[in-house]
């Protein structure tokens, strides 16, 4: 009896979890699904395909728009050094890359027609034991060695991969990143101003009343600076070359969509997805991790994709 009431317990639960799930699915995809900004364009050119995404995307308009206000040049003064900070970070820029590999970027070029769009990106192929990609924020997409090598992935596996790396460098997703980390150090550097000058104030005050001496603005001086360099740090600290769930979700909607596309069919994407939560356990996300679960990932595209059947 005990066991019939928990069957029927679970049975009650299941559609109520599983129309949850189906309503953030449902609100993700009208958030970044590109279906309505690729519609009647040009058929399976992927020229059209990616001026289309990048043209249409909200999010990175928004983005452009702020950095390009006079108010905020120093942003965009600073963008280097946002760069030189992930670049130094990320250990894919310094792995040993695959010599001969020339044909199978040329064909990848060739398929994706990125470099008719932005002529810097590159494609390279790096010796790593991970089954992984990453992409760079000057364009430079890696591919470890692996998942060329495996008989576990196919071309058109590799093409949706590629295509997901494409994306995040087309919308400019590590720079998202660093400008919200910038208006981060703004604020500290507001903040940093105010204590400083509660600092100089608080000094002034002293000295005035015969509480401090003259010499006492060297320690003034040398605490506004630590003051103004803890607030750069934060910021850069707070900065890890990571997408969030967000970014990672529109990019796997548009690799997903670029295979449709170009006649391919979005289920090889998905089918890499599945590959790689099987023999990468990185892939499977760890509490907190900014990742979205493979699991997750691969639920959302399956429902999408269902709704294009129905």
Partial sequence: MRY???????????????????KTFEK????????????GIEERSPVAFWNAVWQNNGRLAKLTKAVEKGTDAAIKEKRNLWEAHVLSEHHYSTLPLVDGWGRVSDTLYADLG?????KDVSIAFVIDDNYNAFTLPDGRIFIADTLILSDDFNYKNILGITAHEVAHFLL???????????????????????????????????QANGAVDGGSWDSVEKTTISLFE????????????????EQEIEADIIAYRFLEFVGYGG???????????????GMKADKGST????????????????????
């Avoid at 993700?28 to 519609?39: F, P």
């Avoid at 990125?114 to 932005?118: K, L």
């Avoid at 803890?230 to 769930?245: E, H, I, P, T, V």
Wanted: proline letters at 2%; aromatic letters at 12%.
């Fill in 114 to 118: 990125i470099r008719n769009v932005f």
């Fill in 28 to 39: 993700l995809i009208k958030e970044y699904d590109v279906k309505e900004a690729i519609c």
């Fill in 172 to 206: 400019q997703h590590t720079f998202s990143n660093a400008y919200e980390t910038q208006c981060k150090l703004q604020t500290n550097q507001i903040v940093a101003g105010i204590a400083s000058a509660v600092n100089v104030a608080a000094n002034a005050y002293a």
């Fill in 230 to 245: 803890n607030a750069q740090n934060d910021a850069l600290g707070r900065f890890k070359y990571k997408f969030s769930r």
């Fill in 291 to 310: 990742h979205p679960t493979t699991t997750f990932r691969i639920a959302l595209l399956e429902y999408m994709k269902s709704k294009d059947d129905e």
């Fill in 4 to 22: 019939f009431i928990w069957l029927l317990v679970l049975l009650f639960l299941e559609p109520i979890s599983s129309g949850g799930q189906n």
């Fill in 267 to 281: 289920q090889h994407y998905i089918d890499a997805l599945k590959t790689l939560n099987t023999v990468d356990e």
